[in-house]
């Protein structure tokens, strides 16, 4: 290790920037050469100084893409490549969000496995494993990386509000849905709970057919309800359009994601550790005005897990797995996909970086050093 300080080797990289962009602004954009990419990294090796690697910059996680100002973040917005084969076999660049990639294939009637949402990175949402519109045909995102196919997929999709006072009703409706998944793959939905409305948006993956009558139910709850967005057939852009009306605090996806590990071993390794039982993932999402709160509300989130944990617990239901792509900083994500799977993980950094120069100058992030014995 070197005794130059991390400030000095921020400015060699600063300079390093300025040598090769037209002008130097305060956030100075530029692409590198593999050559020079390298360099930064000795930079960063040899210096100690705190790295940090940027994809669609969504992540919620404060450190996670970005550092102090002695630092150097890699924003690779600007890896916007995308690029079609005869075999409709995707490239994508680690810059593109799902907007882009679905925007490139809806014009060739093709979709892709990738994001709910428009504005989520690639990068991202592939490494955290990738929750697509319908797992239960396709497995995760993470599933589909290394033989990255289109579909010509059509659907049908609906975004129906509910009143809070009836959450009962709608999530009887949302428990009948689930147990339909297990015989029909192409049933999609989530569950958003607002403390001012519930939001329900369902999907078919198939606009050619009548809705499953499980899906009707929920038109037919007593619940003052408003279709938000109306029943829409089109391609997975559509459907990922109707999604974006809603930003859910509190999600319950429904999907049967034993079906969904199920594809993920079929297509390969299952190293999520995912276990072969009917589940439901839920995610709370809070927001607060300042940093000042920000440690009463970790440890109200934290006490709020830990309540649905216990009684899941109880009676046996409670499964480990954290999913990468929404946890706190404070959890432990990589241990959560089992021994076996970490040890990989493990075995994986020791190969390609034994030096661990991403383990100890990455900024912040789910990494293998960090996380409990």
Same mark, same amino acid.
């Given at each position: 290790?070197?005794?130059?300080?991390?400030?000095?080797?921020?400015?060699? *990289? /600063?300079?390093?920037?300025?040598?090769?962009?037209?002008?130097?602004? !305060?956030?100075?954009?530029?692409?590198?050469?593999?050559?020079?990419?390298?360099?930064?990294?000795?930079?960063?090796?040899?210096?100690?100084?705190?790295?940090?690697?940027?994809?669609?910059?969504?992540?919620?996680?404060?450190?996670?893409?970005?550092?102090?100002?002695?630092?150097?973040?890699?924003?690779?917005?600007?890896?916007?490549?995308?690029?079609?084969? @005869? @075999?409709? +076999?995707?490239?994508?660049?680690?810059?593109?969000?799902?907007?882009?990639?679905?925007?490139?294939?809806?014009?060739?009637?093709?979709?892709?496995?990738?994001?709910?949402?428009?504005?989520?990175?690639?990068? #991202?949402?592939?490494?955290?494993?990738?929750? !697509?519109?319908?797992?239960? $045909?396709?497995?995760? #995102?993470?599933?589909?990386?290394?033989?990255?196919?289109?579909?010509?997929?059509?659907?049908?999709?609906?975004?129906? &509000?509910?009143?809070?006072?009836?959450?009962?009703?709608? $999530?009887? *409706?949302?428990?009948?849905?689930?147990?339909?998944?297990?015989?029909?793959?192409? +049933?999609?939905?989530?569950?958003?709970?607002?403390?001012?409305?519930?939001? &329900?948006? $369902?999907?078919?993956?198939?606009?050619?057919?009548?809705? !499953?009558?499980?899906?009707?139910?929920?038109?037919?709850?007593?619940?003052?309800?408003?279709?938000? *967005?109306?029943?829409?057939?089109?391609? &997975?852009?559509? $459907?990922?359009?109707?999604?974006?009306?809603?930003?859910?605090?509190?999600?319950?996806?429904?999907?049967? %994601?034993?079906?969904? /590990?199920?594809?993920? %071993?079929?297509?390969?390794?299952?190293?999520?550790?995912?276990?072969?039982? *009917?589940?439901?993932?839920?995610?709370?999402?809070?927001?607060? !005005? #300042?940093?000042?709160?920000?440690?009463?509300?970790?440890?109200?989130?934290?006490?709020?897990?830990?309540?649905?944990?216990?009684?899941?617990?109880?009676?046996?239901?409670?499964?480990?797995?954290?999913?990468?792509?929404?946890?706190?900083?404070?959890?432990?994500?990589?241990?959560?996909?089992?021994?076996?799977?970490?040890?990989?993980?493990? @075995?994986?950094?020791?190969?390609?970086?034994? %030096?661990?120069?991403?383990?100890?100058?990455?900024?912040?992030?789910?990494?293998?050093?960090?996380?409990?014995?």
């Amino acid at each position: 290790m070197s005794g130059i300080k991390s400030t000095t080797a921020a400015a060699a *990289a /600063c300079e390093l920037l300025a040598t090769q962009a037209m002008s130097h602004f !305060p956030t100075t954009r530029n692409i590198w050469k593999l050559q020079r990419s390298n360099r930064a990294l000795k930079i960063v090796r040899e210096t100690g100084t705190k790295l940090a690697i940027r994809g669609g910059g969504r992540g919620f996680n404060p450190g996670f893409a970005g550092t102090d100002h002695h630092g150097i973040v890699i924003d690779l917005r600007d890896l916007r490549t995308l690029d079609l084969d @005869d @075999d409709g +076999i995707l490239r994508v660049g680690a810059g593109n969000t799902w907007e882009d990639v679905y925007a490139f294939l809806d014009k060739r009637g093709l979709s892709a496995i990738g994001g709910r949402q428009r504005d989520v990175g690639v990068s #991202g949402f592939l490494l955290g494993g990738g929750m !697509p519109p319908f797992p239960n $045909l396709h497995g995760l #995102g993470a599933d589909n990386v290394n033989n990255y196919e289109t579909y010509p997929i059509s659907t049908q999709s609906t975004l129906l &509000v509910y009143n809070p006072a009836g959450f009962e009703e709608v $999530l009887d *409706a949302t428990l009948q849905a689930q147990e339909a998944m297990k015989t029909d793959t192409k +049933i999609g939905m989530f569950t958003n709970v607002d403390p001012t409305f519930i939001a &329900v948006s $369902l999907f078919y993956a198939d606009s050619e057919v009548a809705r !499953p009558r499980v899906l009707e139910t929920f038109f037919n709850l007593k619940s003052p309800v408003q279709v938000a *967005a109306p029943t829409t057939k089109g391609r &997975v852009k559509t $459907l990922v359009d109707i999604i974006g009306l809603v930003a859910p605090p509190t999600s319950l996806h429904g999907d049967d %994601e034993d079906l969904a /590990c199920l594809i993920g %071993e079929d297509k390969g390794e299952n190293i999520l550790g995912l276990e072969k039982v *009917a589940q439901t993932w839920w995610s709370l999402v809070a927001e607060w !005005p #300042g940093g000042e709160e920000d440690d009463v509300s970790a440890r109200r989130l934290d006490a709020f897990q830990k309540g649905i944990e216990r009684p899941a617990k109880k009676h046996a239901a409670h499964l480990d797995f954290l999913f990468m792509n929404d946890p706190m900083s404070t959890q432990d994500v990589l241990r959560s996909y089992g021994e076996d799977n970490f040890r990989t993980l493990r @075995d994986t950094v020791a190969k390609y970086d034994p %030096e661990g120069v991403f383990q100890w100058s990455q900024n912040y992030g789910f990494l293998v050093r960090k996380s409990t014995s």
